[in-house]
C-alpha cells in the first residue's frame, strides 16, 4: 500500500511538470494571484493584523472582554482572555484567531475545550468581508456586512453547539504571557510576516487552480468548485463571473474551508489537530450561513448588479492601486533599516 506522503509527493510532480510545460499559464496565473493579494490580503487585513496583535496586550484585556464575555459563559468558559480574543478574532481573521488558539494553548486550554472554540476563532473578519468583498468585489458595503453577520452568527452558534459535544475542563489562564510585552513595532514586524505567509499561499493555489482548470476545462460550474477549494478570494472572484455576482454563492465560497485556509491554519497554529473539528463544524456552518443571509436580505433587500456589470468590477479589482499596499511596502523597508537592531523593537 502506497503511503500518504509518497502520494502528495506524486501530486506534486505532477502539478510541477503541469506548470513547467505551462509557462505563460504559470507567469499569467502568479501576475493575478499578485494582484489579489495587492487589492484584497493586503489592504483588507494588514491594518486590523497589527491593531489585533497589539490589543491583546494585558492593559487592554480586561476593557475588551466586556462585549462577549456573555457569550464565554453562554460556553461555559469565564476566562475573559478568550472574550478578548474573540473580539479581536472577528475584526483580524482566522490568522489572528490561529495565533490566538496557540496562545491559549500555552496558557492551559485542553485539546477539546480548543476544537469547541476554533470555529468562533478561525473564521472570516469583518476587515476581509466588508473591505475586500463587499467593497472590493461586489461595490456594497452593505452586503459585505450581511456575509460578516451570516458567517460569524453560523460561527458562534457552531462553537455554542460543540462546547456541549466536547466535555472538556479548562484551566486558569496565565495572562501573564510574553506575548503581551510585545512593542508596537513588534506587532507591524508579526504581522508582515503573517501576510506574506498568507500571500504565498494565495500565490501557490491559485497557480494549482489555473493548472486543474486548465485539465478540466471551462465549465463553469466545475471552475468555480476548484477555485473554492483552492483559495477563498479566487472562489468569491469565479463565483461573481460564472454567476452573476449572487451572494448566496459568495457566501458558501466564504464559508468553505478551502485547501489554501487549511493549510495555512496547520502553519499558524502549528497543530494539525484544529483540522478534524473545523471540517465537521462547516456541516453546521454552511448551511446555518445561507439561511442567516437569506433571511437579512428578505428582511433587508438589497439592490443588485447585473451580472454584466460584475465582470467590470472583478477587472476594477485587479487593476485599482490600494493605499495600504504602498504603506505595506513601506513597512517592510523601514522594518529592513531598524528592526535589525532593535532600535525600536527592544524591551525595556
Do not use: W
Amino acid at each position: 500500500m502506497i503511503k500518504n506522503k509518497y502520494i502528495m509527493s506524486f501530486i506534486f510532480i505532477f502539478l510541477f511538470c503541469s506548470m513547467a510545460f505551462n509557462a505563460e499559464l504559470m507567469m499569467e496565473s502568479v501576475k493575478n494571484a499578485m494582484y489579489i493579494c495587492y487589492n484584497s490580503v493586503i489592504p483588507s487585513l494588514y491594518i486590523f493584523m497589527i491593531f489585533s496583535s497589539y490589543f491583546s496586550k494585558k492593559e487592554f484585556m480586561n476593557t475588551l472582554s466586556y462585549p462577549l464575555r456573555f457569550y464565554g459563559k453562554l460556553i461555559r468558559i469565564e476566562d475573559k482572555k478568550y472574550s478578548t480574543y474573540l473580539l479581536l478574532s472577528l475584526f483580524g481573521g482566522f490568522v489572528i484567531g490561529a495565533n490566538f488558539l496557540n496562545e491559549l494553548k500555552k496558557d492551559g486550554y485542553n485539546q477539546h475545550s480548543l476544537n469547541a472554540i476554533a470555529p468562533s476563532l478561525i473564521n472570516n473578519s469583518f476587515s476581509f468581508c466588508v473591505y475586500a468583498i463587499g467593497v472590493g468585489l461586489l461595490k456594497s458595503l452593505k452586503l459585505g456586512v450581511f456575509l460578516f453577520i451570516s458567517l460569524t452568527v453560523s460561527s458562534l452558534i457552531t462553537s455554542f453547539i460543540l462546547s456541549y459535544v466536547y466535555k472538556y475542563d479548562i484551566s486558569v489562564s496565565n495572562i501573564s504571557s510574553s506575548k503581551h510585552h510585545q512593542s508596537f513595532v513588534e506587532c507591524i514586524n508579526n504581522s508582515v510576516q503573517s501576510i506574506l505567509s498568507v500571500c504565498g499561499f494565495v500565490i501557490l493555489f491559485y497557480c494549482l487552480c489555473e493548472v486543474i482548470s486548465l485539465y478540466i476545462g471551462d465549465h463553469a460550474l466545475i471552475g468555480t468548485l476548484a477555485s473554492i477549494f483552492t483559495e477563498v478570494t479566487t472562489g468569491c472572484i469565479k463565483s461573481i463571473e460564472f454567476f452573476g455576482g449572487n451572494p448566496i454563492f459568495i457566501c458558501i465560497c466564504l464559508s468553505i474551508f478551502p485547501l489554501s485556509t487549511i493549510c495555512q491554519v496547520v502553519h499558524f497554529t502549528g497543530n494539525s489537530d484544529f483540522i478534524k473539528p473545523l471540517l465537521l463544524s462547516r456541516i453546521i456552518h454552511i448551511p446555518m450561513s445561507v439561511i442567516t443571509l437569506k433571511t437579512l436580505l428578505i428582511l433587508f433587500p438589497i439592490p443588485l448588479a447585473t451580472g454584466s456589470n460584475y465582470s467590470i468590477v472583478v477587472k476594477s479589482f485587479y487593476n485599482t492601486m490600494e493605499i495600504s499596499s504602498t504603506l505595506f511596502l513601506i513597512t517592510i523597508i523601514f522594518l529592513l533599516i531598524f528592526d535589525n537592531n532593535k532600535l525600536f523593537t527592544k524591551n525595556k
